[in-house]
């Protein structure tokens, strides 16, 4: 088993709608939890930073972090075509200097 | 300013050439970063650079060399590379390597070995 799982899609939803991304994950030792966008052939940007339990807002975007349930969201309101892209969640442990640990990551097409 | 900067952008090379790729910032972070990403999959960790020292080589082939001249300076050195190495290298910087911190990408650069 994966220490992040993560549904590659394709997730396709129309212009709009609320979307929905997510992943689990095995190593409790994960405390520090991170979105990327990436677009075709691009570096990935970094979208939203978190290491609590509990939702972070930022403009369209939301962060959902349940520690006891090993489990992270990213919800995306009012979407637009320009959102289609591979969204790659990322994790880090609590200790010592390390990498960071990623999804498979989503591929969104939001239709327009 | 959260910018990583890569060259060259793009990079063909043969078997037998070296070659080098570089990455910059100028954020004042002290952890850089490599990573390889092949298509459709997720970027792997390769090594990692904190204060100029290299603190972690991810069982990486001797065929990737890296280098941190300075802080704000990173270079991976390739030498007799094969066709597999074909890949998007990305460099990543952060305040440190700590946990606690986040972690900017470059736009990588993308090495086909022919």
């Known amino acids: 088993q994966k220490e992040v799982e993560q549904d590659p899609g394709p997730l396709s939803v129309p212009e709009g709608a609320i979307v929905s991304l997510n992943c689990t994950y095995s190593n409790s030792a994960f405390q520090y939890f991170m979105w990327y966008r990436q677009y075709s052939r691009k570096g990935p940007e970094l979208l939203m930073y978190t290491y609590s339990s509990g939702n972070k807002e930022d403009g369209r975007f939301t962060a959902q972090v349940d520690k006891s349930s090993k489990y992270i969201s990213l919800f995306i309101r009012d979407s637009q075509p320009s959102d289609s892209a591979t969204y790659l969640c990322?994790?880090?442990?609590?200790?010592?200097?390390?990498?960071?640990?990623f999804g498979k990551g989503t591929h969104l097409i939001i239709q327009p | 300013d959260t910018e990583v900067t890569q060259t060259p952008k793009h990079l063909v090379m043969g078997m037998t050439n070296k070659k080098s790729l570089k990455c910059e910032q100028h954020m004042g972070h002290r952890a850089m970063y490599w990573y390889k990403q092949k298509a459709k999959k997720p970027p792997e960790l390769m090594f990692v650079y904190s204060y100029e020292k290299l603190s972690i080589n991810e069982s990486v082939p001797s065929r990737f060399s890296p280098e941190c001249p300075n802080s704000s300076l990173l270079n991976l050195h390739l030498h007799a590379l094969q066709p597999e190495d074909s890949a998007l290298y990305l460099c990543?910087?952060?305040?440190?390597?700590?946990?606690?911190?986040?972690?900017?990408f470059g736009q990588g650069t993308r090495l086909t070995v022919v």
């Open positions: 990322a994790m880090k442990s609590g200790g010592g200097a390390d990498g960071l640990t």
């Open positions: 990543a910087s952060s305040q440190d390597s700590g946990p606690n911190t986040e972690a900017f």
